[in-house]
């Protein structure tokens, strides 16, 4: 699961001309330590939900890494 | 095949709007309103890969998720979504009924603010630079006795409109109002003579709106022709200055 979601979140990086991340773990910050603004983050959303039909920020923020793997194992 | 999403597509500006896509651009069209398929059936015979009717109720502001992800994004990826639905709730505001005033708030505000999420969802998921436009109406400018409630409703998208075009703007998402003066549509059905003639009386072509220039500049916004239009209203009223 965590490497399903790192993988789309460098892909997004790499898009926006971003350095990719090595080495990821679950109390990473997506906006401090993951460089997502607002708007990336609607993007990881939706990524997110086409690959595993949950939306994350539906019922509530989401802050970290950890986080959004613990909304997508439904926890 | 891009698509654009058209609600009220079964009338009035609407079937319009519709005809006018299919018949100018490119694009298929995904028409939504509480009609069946008869209603539309014209459309569906000329165009039967480019046009598809969903009946739904935009009253049901609750049920739009499913109806985007059970329907709207099985058809295709997302281009366009002209909010074009509304309900018209006329009375003084002394007799503000507040049942009345919540079901056009559902399908004047809440739906086309709900059917936006999901048409920018959409578009961020495909990458796709695509044009949303609201129909709003002059009666959100100019005063006119019996209409608010209806007015304060296009105001809200207006406003909307103007605060989503900064949002999305950097991802090249466009949100945009057509404005259109009183038309000869089901709309303004209830109105008499004499009380249309008044209004026209105001506008300074002294005739009413219409319904095909309306429906061009629709199109128009949502063409690449507009592509550096954004956060503004177009007035197509027949100058009511």
Same mark, same amino acid.
């Given at each position: 699961?965590?490497?399903?979601v790192a993988?789309?979140?460098?892909?997004m990086?790499?898009?926006t001309?971003q350095d990719k991340?090595e $080495?990821f773990?679950?109390s990473?910050?997506?906006?401090d330590?993951?460089?997502?603004?607002?708007?990336?983050l609607a993007?990881?959303?939706v990524r997110l939900?086409?690959?595993f039909?949950?939306?994350?920020?539906?019922?509530?923020?989401v802050?970290?890494?950890?986080e959004?793997?613990?909304?997508l194992?439904?926890? | 095949?891009k698509?654009?999403?058209?609600?009220?597509?079964?009338?009035?500006?609407?079937?319009e709007?519709?005809?006018k896509?299919?018949?100018?651009?490119?694009f298929g069209?995904?028409g939504?309103?509480r009609?069946n398929?008869e209603?539309?059936?014209?459309?569906l015979?000329?165009y039967?890969?480019?046009?598809?009717?969903i009946s739904?109720?935009l009253e049901?502001v609750?049920?739009i998720?499913?109806?985007?992800?059970?329907?709207?994004?099985?058809?295709g990826?997302?281009?366009?979504l002209?909010?074009?639905?509304?309900?018209?709730?006329?009375?003084?505001?002394? $007799?503000l009924n507040?049942?009345?005033l919540e079901? &056009?708030?559902?399908?004047n505000?809440?739906?086309p603010?709900?059917?936006?999420k999901y048409?920018?969802?959409?578009?961020?998921?495909?990458?796709?630079?695509g044009?949303?436009?609201?129909?709003?109406?002059?009666?959100?400018?100019?005063?006119?006795?019996?209409?608010?409630?209806?007015?304060?409703?296009?105001?809200? &998208?207006?406003a909307?409109?103007k605060?989503?075009?900064?949002?999305?703007?950097?991802?090249?998402?466009?949100? $945009?109002?057509v404005?259109?003066?009183?038309?000869?549509?089901? &709309?303004s059905?209830?109105?008499t003579?004499?009380?249309?003639d008044r209004?026209?009386?105001?506008?300074?072509?002294?005739?009413?709106?219409d319904v095909?220039s309306?429906? $061009?500049s629709?199109?128009?916004?949502?063409?690449?022709?507009?592509?550096?239009?954004?956060g503004?209203?177009?007035?197509?009223?027949n100058?009511?200055?």
């Amino acid at each position: 699961m965590i490497n399903k979601v790192a993988n789309i979140i460098n892909e997004m990086l790499e898009e926006t001309g971003q350095d990719k991340v090595e $080495n990821f773990d679950p109390s990473m910050s997506l906006r401090d330590e993951l460089n997502l603004d607002s708007l990336m983050l609607a993007e990881l959303t939706v990524r997110l939900e086409d690959e595993f039909g949950v939306d994350i920020f539906e019922d509530g923020v989401v802050r970290t890494l950890g986080e959004v793997i613990a909304k997508l194992e439904g926890k | 095949m891009k698509w654009v999403i058209v609600t009220g597509d079964s009338k009035g500006l609407g079937k319009e709007i519709v005809g006018k896509i299919l018949s100018d651009t490119e694009f298929g069209v995904v028409g939504i309103s509480r009609s069946n398929e008869e209603s539309v059936k014209e459309l569906l015979d000329k165009y039967p890969n480019r046009f598809k009717h969903i009946s739904f109720d935009l009253e049901k502001v609750a049920d739009i998720k499913e109806l985007y992800i059970k329907q709207i994004r099985k058809i295709g990826p997302i281009y366009g979504l002209v909010n074009n639905s509304a309900y018209a709730y006329d009375d003084i505001v002394s $007799n503000l009924n507040v049942e009345n005033l919540e079901r &056009m708030y559902k399908v004047n505000v809440f739906s086309p603010m709900h059917l936006t999420k999901y048409a920018i969802r959409d578009m961020l998921l495909n990458k796709i630079e695509g044009s949303i436009v609201h129909i709003s109406s002059v009666s959100a400018h100019t005063g006119y006795k019996g209409l608010s409630m209806y007015a304060s409703t296009k105001g809200a &998208m207006e406003a909307f409109s103007k605060n989503t075009a900064r949002e999305w703007g950097a991802r090249g998402i466009r949100s $945009n109002c057509v404005v259109p003066g009183f038309m000869e549509t089901s &709309m303004s059905a209830s109105l008499t003579n004499e009380q249309k003639d008044r209004i026209y009386k105001r506008t300074s072509m002294k005739k009413e709106t219409d319904v095909e220039s309306v429906a $061009n500049s629709v199109v128009f916004l949502l063409s690449e022709k507009a592509r550096s239009i954004t956060g503004t209203a177009i007035h197509v009223d027949n100058g009511t200055i």
